[in-house]
Each structure stands twice: as C-alpha cells, then as structure tokens.
C-alpha cells in the first residue's frame, strides 16, 4: 500500500509539474502579445520618422511630418492594443461572427448578412474622395504592419483571445473602417424596436390611445393621432388582451435581441459661449452613452502633424473609434467638439404583401414585382455552413422570419422589409468626419458636416475665437404629410403614400449658431430650436436628462468654469425617481406592512442616486416591480419586451385617466387601485432585495448591485475567464441622471450598469490643453496588461485626465520610433493588386 501511495504521488507530482509547465507557456505566450512600446520598428511607406510616445496612463503620442503619416502609425497603434475588438466590430459588419463563436451566432449572422452592411461599405469607399481613401489606406497599412510583424520564438501574433480560440485573421482593408462606422449607426439607430412594439400591440388589440399610453411622446410633441393598425393588417379577429396562445415569449426566441443592444439612446453634449465663462472663452462638455464593454469603445489618442507647407502643427486630440482613423470626440488647435445621438427617425419598416401563386414576387404601386434574391452561405466554426436566401424589396432588404418574432405579429402572407439610411451603399461619413477633424471654425466645421449620412448625431461645436454651435447632420427622410403613421409604425409597402419622398436639405437640418442664450444643450430628448418646421422624430428619449441639462447649463445665472461642467457632467440627481417618490408615497396604501423606518427614509430621500446608499437601490426596485405589477396582466410574457426599464409609462399609469385603468389587475376578480398595486409592488421590492443582501435594509448599497458592467465578448459569458476579462467597478447614477448609469430589468442583475459614459471630455477654449478625459476601462484590450483597467477606476470614482502637449513619460522605455523601411517584393505585389487593370 505504501508503495502506491509513493507512485501515486510521484504521477501527482508529475501531473503538477507538467500543468505548471503549460501554465508557464501559455502565460509567456500571451505576455509576449503585449505590444513593444520602446526601441525601433520600420513601417512601409512612411514618409519620414514617426515619434510614438505614451505617457503614464498608455495614452499615444503620434508625432509625424503628414495626416497620412499619423494616420498610418495610429492604426499601428491601434493594432497594438485593440485588435480583438476591431476584428470582431468587423465580423459583426461583415456577418461572419460564427466563424468565431460558432453555432450560438448564427441568426444574429442571418440578420448582418440580410442586411449586409459589409456590401454597403465596401461600394461606398468607392466613392470617396482620393485625399480620405489615401487616409484611409494609410490607416490599414498600419494595422497590416503591425500583423505582419516579425515575431519570436512561442511568441503569439495575435492577441491571446485568437489562441484562446484557435483563430486567425485576415488582413485589414480600408472599407472595414467604413463598415466599423456603419456598426455604430446600427447600435444607436434604433425606431425600428418602437415600430414593432407598436406593431405587437395592435395584433394583441390594443387601440392607438392605448399604444400611445404604453408609448409615450415627449412634452413637446404633438403628432397627428396614431392609426389603428388592427383593420390594416386584420388583427381583429385573432387578437386577445392577453392571450395565451397568441403571446410571444421573447426567451424562446433566438433573434428576440441581437448580441448587444440596438437603438439604445442616451448621451449628454453642451456648450456655453465665453460671455456665460468665467474665462471669457467657451467651455464644451461631452460624455457620449454606449454599452460599457471591456475595453471601452473608445480609445484615447493625441495626434501631431504638419498643417500646411508653411509647418504649421495641426493637433488632433480625444476619443478615437479603433478600427478608423477618425477622432469621434475631441479637439484640435482651432476648435472642440461632441455629439449625442439625435434619435432621428432614420428607419422604417414596410410590410410587403406576397403573390398568393408566386411567394417570390410582393406587390407594388405599379403591379407585383419579383425579389432581388441571393443565396449567402454561413461559415460556422465547428458546426457545416448554413445557407440562405437574401431578398431584397424596393425598399430595402426582407427581415429574417425570426427578427424579434416579426412573422409571429404580421398577418400570414406578408414579410418586412427594411428601409434604413446606414444602408447607402454611396455613405460619405467617414470623409464629413475627417474633415471635421480637421475643420478651424464653427463655420467650416458645419459645412464639413455635408459628407454626413449616418448615423445621426447631435453634434456642438465651440472654436477658439468665441463661437458656437450645434448641427445634427445626415440623411433625414421626408415623409408625405399624408403618412399619419409618420415612422411610428410599420405600413403598407405597396402604397406609394408612405414611401420616401427625398431628403431634407443641408440648410434645412437642425443647427444654431451663437444662440441669444449663450448656451446650447442636448440629451437625446427634443432640444429643438423653438418653430423648426422639419419632422424627424416622434420617438425621443423621455425628457428628463434634457430638463436637468437645460436646467444646470442654460436657465442658470451662474458663470460657467471647468469646474462647474464637471460637477454637471457628474451630477447624480434623479428627477424621475423623485417624481415616482412623490406619487408613490403619496398614493401607497397606509404602511404597506414595511419598516417604518424605511418608509420614512424614503419619504426624505434627496433623489441622488450614491453609490454608497440603500434609498437608491430600493426606489430602482419598487419602479421595476410596480411597472410589472401595472402592466403584465394587459401585455401577458409580451411584457418582457417592454421591461428595459422606461419610468415614464408608470409615471402617467399612476397619475393620468386614460383608455383603461391600468392599475386594475385584469386577472384578479377585485378592482386593485393604485395604492393597492404600489404597496405590491414595494413588498415585492424589498423581499427580492432581502434575498440578495440581507435582511438589513441599512446594509443594502445601490454601488454593489449598480457595477458598471464592462463586458468582453465573448469570455464575460465564460465563468473562470470573465474574471480575467470583464471590468466591473462599482458606479453612481442611474438611468435618468445626467452621470448615466442605464439599468435593465430584463438581466438576471436587473440593477447592474451596462449602458453609461463610454468617454467623458470637458474642454476649455481659453487652453485646450487643459480638457479633461477619462474613458472606462484603459487603454489596452489585453487582459494581461497593467493598462487593461487602470482607468476604471478614475471613471468610476468621477475623476479625469490631462491630455496636453506633451506627454508625461513613465519611464525611459516609452519611447518608439518608426522609421520608413524599404520597399519590398510583397508590398510592390500589393500596390499592383490596386492597379485599375
């Protein structure tokens, strides 16, 4: 017995020792991915050395003799840390994102590839002008460099997800920067979701005033009545309030959501002119709202070039978009800007009426039609292709059968066809926004904003001789006054009424410059110019940001400093909460069986929503749990389609007579008052909140369940790795502070944090070097490096960063030059491939 005993441990030791070894391996593997931020490194087609420093927090400093130069090595440098994240952004666009995750993807790659916004990128870099191709070209020549780098024995060319999952990539081409752009107007255009909820909600009966209830308008909207959807589609006779067997439950549906959330709108931009600043100067803030994602959507970089052939230096400083050699959010040496989306009614969704003896042809204003079709294979890793057929309407390509259900919510014979600004295949963005870039005065900003086609942005701009502005730029649809719908609801595809009737002009789009205020401020509510005549939306965020904007920058008698844009920036009050607050103490039915104590810590509750409060967390979750207890009984499961998270909806259910009495429970044989559903809904609230933190209530803090959920995709899905890569600091705010922190009640954590300031930047025109940074992880895309999250926790504990002149070394080994390096064999064969033959 002994002597098994010794063997045994012998083969444990064993074991051990040779799991220490690939341990030991893997790590060196990795380790050697990290980028060399020191020495001497050629790069092809350099016009002269390039200086590439990064200071304490990782941050680059590109100093070069020309844009394509810069352009060149920050696409290098973009490489360096972020490639991961590119790769994928363009898979996403091209739809190929099962060769990398296989089966789980393969409907979210249906819909990418029906609506194939690679094929749209790809025609519209044709059609650029030769100055930003060239730039663009440079951009992918640096990226390619730095994939064809020369690497060492075990080192790893890729970064370590690739080893992790055994993939290789491709080389970069300069329409991926194109389709990355059109990515990013698919994650914020979103009026489609709201077109088919209201679409669910007539098949299930509901009328237009009652839609409108559960779909509210914003204070200053005053649309023409919404039309009853149930006899244009037939939805009369299989509808039921609710019913059982017509309901659709978005969990058993693959294509309920995409992979991340689309049409998701929340961001603050302002700026005030120097005659409201205590400098004299204009002062600009900026915090764009986007899924939180590790690492962060946006990455900081500061750029140094000659201007003109006099040598004049152009800086270009701020939140750059990895995968395109833009600066989204910033500045140069003339002017600042920053944007939020504008929620421009960019979408439109056409039900098409099928030939009953040719299901290929739908019918027209002018008589059936046959589909454009394409047969598109799927490549799935680990899994045979899948294929299918891509049609094509006149106007626009048919949604998959399973895009949130839609075949389940339209009458048989008919499919949706989708009808979408970011699908140009002549989308001139990139060049408006390079131009941008490189614009020296308000004026000349807003004429650069021409080449705009979407996504819709909000966009203020300030320049350092005192002016300032705003211009939301892009393609806007014009509808036909006779279109009731007005892009709120899906209509009839073979009437000519409700097509496209052209576009608004450029002079015509929503701009101001130097306002009699002085101030000008945006939240994705209608921020409008008082009397704009154009239409662009119904659909705007709820009001309450924008109040609280208006409120702290324009109607305020106080000067203006850095100081006070950051104390805005960060403000953690909660309007909409405090308003739930109000009609919720005041209606709830006496005690509602809850600790006294708690109840009267809530009636004196301030609205700031802390991180280190209990009050918080217990208003979040009496909201979630009275919305729930108002509406399942009308909407049945359906109702999980409306759970994000919109206060405004219980708000006027509380308060308003509509159509129905929303607080009466259908399924119960009482008539439940509003009292009755919020003391429900608060005993509900404090036993979830009881399981999860204890039975102490003073114990319970809003910043552990409110972490600001950093997702990596896809190892935060995969226990043991989500540790090493996910980024999650505890947060502050809530879904109606201006310090943005959006919950859904949709996730298994429905007070987690994962839509908040993916960048935050305040910029002073009286010293540009003195703006202020901060993004929400750090700067690396590589879990193993010490700038993967350091960051994070200046982000999250409300602080910034100085991105000035020069950069603050950390040591003597942050410096890399690029020197120009031979042409060699391989690139002449590349530069022939381009050649018009």
């Known amino acids: 017995m002994h002597l098994v005993f010794k063997w045994a441990f012998r083969i444990a030791a064993v074991g051990i020792v040779f799991f220490g070894i690939i341990i030991a391996v893997a790590s060196s593997a990795f380790l050697s991915t990290l980028p060399d931020n020191s020495g001497q490194v050629p790069l092809a087609q350099l016009s002269d050395d390039v200086v590439l420093s990064r200071n304490i927090n990782g941050i680059p400093y590109i100093n070069a003799a020309t844009h394509e130069d810069a352009a060149r090595v920050l696409g290098y440098v973009h490489a360096q840390d972020r490639f991961w994240q590119m790769h994928v952004l363009r898979m996403v666009a091209q739809g190929r994102l099962s060769e990398l995750f296989g089966r789980p993807t393969i ?40 994939l064809e ?48 909820q209201r679409l669910l909600l007539a098949s299930k009966n ?28 037939g939805f009369g006779a299989q509808a039921g309030r609710p019913s059982a067997d017509f309901a659709i439950n978005p969990e058993e549906s693959t294509m309920a959501e995409l992979m991340w959330e689309t049409g998701v709108t929340a961001s603050n931009n302002w700026v005030v002119s120097g005659t409201r600043t205590s400098s004299g100067k204009p002062l600009l803030a900026n915090d764009p709202h986007l899924e939180l994602t590790a690492p962060s959507i946006f990455y900081l970089a500061h750029l140094s070039f000659d201007a003109d052939e006099q040598g004049s230096v152009q800086s270009l400083v701020g939140a750059t978009l990895p995968g395109t050699p833009i600066i989204i959010a910033g500045r140069n040496d003339h002017l600042a800007w920053g944007l939020t989306t504008t929620v421009l009614d960019s979408q439109d969704l056409y039900i098409e009426r099928l030939k009953g003896d040719d299901p290929g042809s739908y019918l027209t204003p002018d008589g059936w039609r046959p589909f454009e079709t394409e047969e598109v294979t799927i490549e799935v890793s680990g899994a045979p292709p899948v294929s299918f057929t891509r049609r094509t309407t006149r106007h626009g390509p048919v949604l998959p059968d399973n895009y ?17 600004t970011a699908l140009a295949e002549d989308d001139t963005t990139a060049e408006g926004a390079i131009n941008m870039n490189l614009s020296r005065s308000v004026g000349e900003f807003i004429d650069a904003t021409r080449k705009m086609v979407s996504p819709m942005q909000s966009i203020v701009v300030a320049d350092v001789n005192g002016d300032i502005g705003i211009i939301a730029p892009g393609r806007a649809p014009i509808r036909d006054p006779a279109n009731l719908h007005a892009g709120r609801a899906p209509v009839p595809g073979w009437l000519e009424l409700y097509d496209w009737k052209g576009w608004i002009d450029h002079a015509d789009l929503p701009q101001m410059v130097n306002p009699d205020v002085g101030a000008i ?8 110019p008082a009397g704009y005549a154009q239409h662009i939306t119904f659909d705007w965020d709820e009001n309450y940001r924008q109040a609280r904007v208006d409120e702290l920058v324009i109607d305020t008698d106080d000067q203006h400093s850095m100081q006070t844009m950051a104390k805005i920036q960060l403000d953690i009050f909660s309007p909409a909460l405090m308003e739930f607050k109000r009609i919720a103490v005041s209606q709830l039915a006496a005690g509602a ?20 409060s209990p009050l918080p967390l217990i208003m979040t979750s009496w909201w979630k749990h009275t919305g729930e207890a108002l509406f399942r009984d009308d909407l049945g499961e359906d109702h999980k389609r409306f759970a994000r998270g919109r206060l405004q909806p ?3 259910a509380l308060t308003i007579t509509g159509t129905r009495d929303w607080c009466d429970d259908r399924l119960t044989s009482q008539v439940e008052t509003c ?27 809003w910043g552990e369940a409110h972490k600001a959920r950093g997702t990596h995709r896809p190892f935060s899905s995969i226990g043991p790795l989500s540790v090493l890569f996910s980024v999650s600091p505890e947060s502050a705010g809530g879904s109606y502070t201006l310090l943005r922190g959006r919950t859904d009640f949709r996730n298994d954590n429905p007070y987690i944090n994962g839509h908040g300031s993916a960048f935050r930047g305040i910029y002073d025109l009286a010293d540009l070097d003195r703006s202020r940074y901060v993004i929400t992880t750090g700067q690396s895309g590589h879990f193993l490096s010490r700038h993967y999250r350091d960051l994070a926790d200046e982000w999250a504990e409300m602080r910034y960063i100085e991105i000035g002149q020069n950069p603050q070394l950390d040591n003597d080994m942050d410096v890399l030059v690029l020197t120009p390096s031979p042409v060699t064999e391989k690139w002449i064969d590349a530069w022939i491939s381009k050649l018009p033959i």
């Open 404 to 420: 949130r259900d839609i075949t389940k919510i339209i009458p048989s014979g008919h499919v949706a066809a989708l009808q979408w």
């Open 675 to 701: 009292g009755i559903i919020l003391a429900r809904g608060l005993t509900l609230a404090v036993e979830e909140l009881r399981n999860s933190y204890g039975d102490d209530w003073r114990k319970w803090r």
């Open 593 to 612: 069986g809850q600790d006294p104590s708690m109840l009267d810590s809530l009636r004196q509750w301030d609205g700031m929503m802390s991180a280190d």
């Open 107 to 146: 409907d979210t790659d249906i819909f990418l590839r029906t609506i194939d916004l690679g094929g749209a990128s790809e025609k519209s870099f044709g059609v650029l002008s030769p100055e930003i191709r060239t730039l663009l070209e440079a951009y992918s020549e640096g990226v390619n460099s730095w």
């Open 521 to 528: 401020a945006t939240a994705n509510a209608n921020w409008l």
């Open 206 to 233: 509901f009328s237009p005033r009652e839609i409108d209830e559960l779909i509210p308008y914003g204070p200053r909207e005053n649309p023409p009545p919404l039309p009853d959807l149930r006899p244009v589609y």
């Open 149 to 196: 780098r020369d690497t060492g024995f075990l080192q790893a060319r890729l970064p370590p997800e690739f080893v992790i999952l055994g993939k290789n990539a491709e080389p970069w081409e300069p329409w991926h920067s194109l389709s990355i752009l059109k990515v990013m107007a698919l994650t914020l255009d979103g009026n489609l979701r709201q077109e088919i």
């Open 650 to 652: 219980v708000l006027d």
